[in-house]
């Protein structure tokens, strides 16, 4: 996925991709699909772009592209 959820100052924003790589991964971020945490890969040099990732996979989440499994749940381990 290329776009996450970022908390600053207490609220949770939109982020894509390219902007969270170039900020500093003390700041939390989240899946806007699932609430689960998520990390910021960068492209891979086998040519995989860059994407968002959750740090522990859900099959619940819609935006997990290649592990959704309906029905659409919310992560077992949410970050608010
Ligand atoms: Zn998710």
Do not use: T
């Not at 207490?10 to 991709?17: A, C």
């Not at 029905?71 to 077992?76: N, T």
């Amino acid at each position: 996925m290329h776009i996450a959820e970022i908390k600053i100052e207490d609220v949770w924003l939109e982020i894509s991709i390219e902007k969270a790589l170039k900020l500093s991964n003390k700041y939390l971020m989240r899946c806007a699909g699932c609430q689960g945490r998520v990390h910021a890969n960068k492209p891979y040099s086998d040519g995989a772009a860059a994407q968002f990732s959750h740090a522990q996979a859900h099959s619940g989440c819609k935006l997990s592209l290649y592990h959704f499994e309906p029905p659409a749940s919310r992560h077992p381990n949410p970050v608010s």
